[in-house]
Protein backbone atom coordinates (compact mmCIF):
# COMPACT_ATOMS: atom_id res chain seq x y z
CA UNK A 1 0.00 0.00 0.00
CA UNK A 2 1.38 3.59 -0.69
CA UNK A 3 0.22 6.92 0.17
CA UNK A 4 0.94 10.66 -1.05
CA UNK A 5 -0.57 14.01 -0.18
CA UNK A 6 -2.65 16.71 -1.74
CA UNK A 7 -3.22 20.22 -0.73
CA UNK A 8 -6.78 20.95 -1.44
CA UNK A 9 -9.28 24.15 -0.45
CA UNK A 10 -10.29 22.02 2.27
CA UNK A 11 -6.61 21.36 3.95
CA UNK A 12 -4.15 18.16 3.11
CA UNK A 13 -5.54 15.11 2.32
CA UNK A 14 -4.05 11.71 2.13
CA UNK A 15 -4.87 9.46 -0.41
CA UNK A 16 -4.32 5.75 -0.07
CA UNK A 17 -3.91 2.86 -2.41
CA UNK A 18 -3.51 -0.77 -2.95
CA UNK A 19 -2.12 -2.27 -6.21
CA UNK A 20 -5.76 -2.75 -7.06
CA UNK A 21 -7.12 0.86 -6.53
CA UNK A 22 -8.02 4.33 -4.18
CA UNK A 23 -8.64 2.30 -0.41
CA UNK A 24 -8.53 5.53 1.40
CA UNK A 25 -8.82 9.20 1.58
CA UNK A 26 -8.33 11.05 4.67
CA UNK A 27 -8.98 14.62 6.41
CA UNK A 28 -6.42 16.41 7.86
CA UNK A 29 -7.01 15.88 11.06
CA UNK A 30 -8.08 11.88 10.71
CA UNK A 31 -4.73 9.00 11.92
CA UNK A 32 -3.26 8.42 9.24
CA UNK A 33 -2.30 4.70 8.26
CA UNK A 34 1.56 3.46 8.40
CA UNK A 35 2.46 2.38 5.13
CA UNK A 36 5.10 3.38 2.31
CA UNK A 37 4.56 7.07 0.94
CA UNK A 38 4.86 7.01 -3.03
CA UNK A 39 2.67 6.71 -5.67
CA UNK A 40 0.86 4.98 -8.46
CA UNK A 41 -1.45 5.26 -11.57
CA UNK A 42 -4.34 5.57 -8.96
CA UNK A 43 -2.92 7.87 -6.90
CA UNK A 44 -2.08 10.13 -9.75
CA UNK A 45 -5.44 9.96 -11.23
CA UNK A 46 -7.41 10.39 -7.66
CA UNK A 47 -5.87 13.86 -7.20
CA UNK A 48 -5.87 14.86 -10.99
CA UNK A 49 -9.44 14.46 -10.68
CA UNK A 50 -9.85 15.85 -6.76
CA UNK A 51 -7.99 18.72 -8.11
CA UNK A 52 -10.17 19.38 -11.30
CA UNK A 53 -13.20 18.73 -8.89
CA UNK A 54 -12.02 21.23 -6.31
CA UNK A 55 -11.41 24.03 -9.63
CA UNK A 56 -15.24 23.50 -10.49
CA UNK A 57 -14.23 21.50 -13.56
CA UNK A 58 -14.97 17.88 -12.89
CA UNK A 59 -18.63 16.38 -11.80
CA UNK A 60 -18.12 12.87 -11.70
CA UNK A 61 -14.93 10.77 -10.26
CA UNK A 62 -13.80 8.02 -12.59
CA UNK A 63 -11.21 6.43 -10.20
CA UNK A 64 -10.97 2.68 -9.94
CA UNK A 65 -11.43 2.05 -5.88
CA UNK A 66 -10.40 -1.09 -3.83
CA UNK A 67 -13.19 -0.59 -0.89
CA UNK A 68 -12.82 -3.18 2.12
CA UNK A 69 -16.65 -3.45 4.31
CA UNK A 70 -19.34 -5.44 5.00
CA UNK A 71 -22.03 -6.19 2.06
CA UNK A 72 -24.13 -3.66 3.40
CA UNK A 73 -21.87 -0.55 3.64
CA UNK A 74 -21.02 -1.59 0.59
CA UNK A 75 -24.39 -1.18 -1.20
CA UNK A 76 -24.84 2.33 1.33
CA UNK A 77 -21.20 3.52 -0.70
CA UNK A 78 -22.58 2.47 -3.77
CA UNK A 79 -25.99 3.89 -3.63
CA UNK A 80 -24.23 7.68 -3.06
CA UNK A 81 -22.23 7.72 -5.98
CA UNK A 82 -25.75 7.49 -7.65
CA UNK A 83 -26.08 11.16 -6.55
CA UNK A 84 -25.26 13.77 -8.56
CA UNK A 85 -22.91 16.54 -8.15
CA UNK A 86 -25.11 19.02 -6.59
CA UNK A 87 -27.89 17.25 -5.37
CA UNK A 88 -28.44 15.38 -2.05
CA UNK A 89 -30.57 12.67 -0.18
CA UNK A 90 -31.31 11.87 3.68
CA UNK A 91 -30.22 9.13 4.81
CA UNK A 92 -34.17 7.39 5.06
CA UNK A 93 -34.00 8.00 1.36
CA UNK A 94 -30.88 6.10 0.86
CA UNK A 95 -32.24 3.48 3.12
CA UNK A 96 -35.29 2.76 1.04
CA UNK A 97 -32.80 2.89 -2.16
CA UNK A 98 -31.49 0.06 -0.85
CA UNK A 99 -34.43 -1.92 0.30
CA UNK A 100 -33.93 -1.17 3.61
CA UNK A 101 -36.29 1.50 4.56
CA UNK A 102 -36.20 1.09 8.39
CA UNK A 103 -32.00 1.42 8.67
CA UNK A 104 -31.71 5.10 8.34
CA UNK A 105 -29.52 4.86 11.28
CA UNK A 106 -27.53 1.70 10.19
CA UNK A 107 -26.78 4.31 6.71
CA UNK A 108 -25.38 6.98 9.13
CA UNK A 109 -23.01 4.27 10.39
CA UNK A 110 -21.74 3.12 7.34
CA UNK A 111 -21.71 6.94 5.97
CA UNK A 112 -19.40 6.93 9.41
CA UNK A 113 -17.14 4.48 7.99
CA UNK A 114 -17.39 5.64 4.41
CA UNK A 115 -12.68 5.40 3.60
CA UNK A 116 -12.94 7.40 0.52
CA UNK A 117 -14.82 10.52 0.97
CA UNK A 118 -15.80 13.07 -1.82
CA UNK A 119 -15.27 10.42 -4.14
CA UNK A 120 -18.15 8.57 -2.40
CA UNK A 121 -19.78 11.44 -1.68
CA UNK A 122 -21.08 11.10 1.44
CA UNK A 123 -21.14 14.46 2.19
CA UNK A 124 -23.99 15.16 -0.35
CA UNK A 125 -26.31 13.06 2.84
CA UNK A 126 -28.33 15.19 5.37
CA UNK A 127 -30.79 14.56 7.98
CA UNK A 128 -34.89 14.16 7.57
CA UNK A 129 -35.29 17.63 8.88
CA UNK A 130 -32.66 19.38 6.29
CA UNK A 131 -29.89 20.16 8.27
CA UNK A 132 -26.54 18.82 8.08
CA UNK A 133 -25.50 15.72 10.30
CA UNK A 134 -22.24 14.33 11.14
CA UNK A 135 -19.16 14.39 8.79
CA UNK A 136 -15.67 13.33 9.11
CA UNK A 137 -14.18 16.42 7.97
CA UNK A 138 -16.34 18.10 10.37
CA UNK A 139 -19.87 19.95 9.70
CA UNK A 140 -17.52 23.33 7.92
CA UNK A 141 -16.26 21.14 5.46
CA UNK A 142 -19.32 19.37 4.80
CA UNK A 143 -21.28 22.59 4.28
CA UNK A 144 -18.38 24.10 2.35
CA UNK A 145 -18.57 20.79 -0.27
CA UNK A 146 -22.15 21.13 -0.39
CA UNK A 147 -21.54 24.71 -1.57
CA UNK A 148 -19.19 24.31 -3.67
CA UNK A 149 -21.55 22.28 -5.61
CA UNK A 150 -24.34 24.96 -5.78
CA UNK A 151 -26.64 23.49 -2.66
CA UNK A 152 -25.82 26.45 0.12
CA UNK A 153 -26.89 25.69 3.33
CA UNK A 154 -27.12 29.16 6.22
CA UNK A 155 -24.76 28.25 9.25
CA UNK A 156 -28.42 28.63 11.07
CA UNK A 157 -29.65 25.71 9.25
CA UNK A 158 -27.28 23.30 10.28
CA UNK A 159 -26.42 24.57 13.59
CA UNK A 160 -29.13 25.47 15.91
CA UNK A 161 -27.96 28.50 17.69
CA UNK A 162 -31.63 28.50 19.37
CA UNK A 163 -32.19 27.07 23.17
CA UNK A 164 -35.19 27.06 23.99
Not at 2 to 27: A, V
Not at 93 to 106: F, L, V
Not at 117 to 136: A, N
Request: aromatic fraction near 12%.
Amino acid sequence: MLYDYLDTPIGKLTIYSSENGIMRIDFPNDKHMKCDRGTNEFIDSCKKQLKLYFDGRLREFKIKLDIKGTDFQKSVWKELMKIPYGFYATYGEIAKRIGKPNASRAVGNALNKNPIPIVIPCHRVIGSDMTLKGFGGGLNVKAFLLEHEGIVFKKDFYYNTNVN
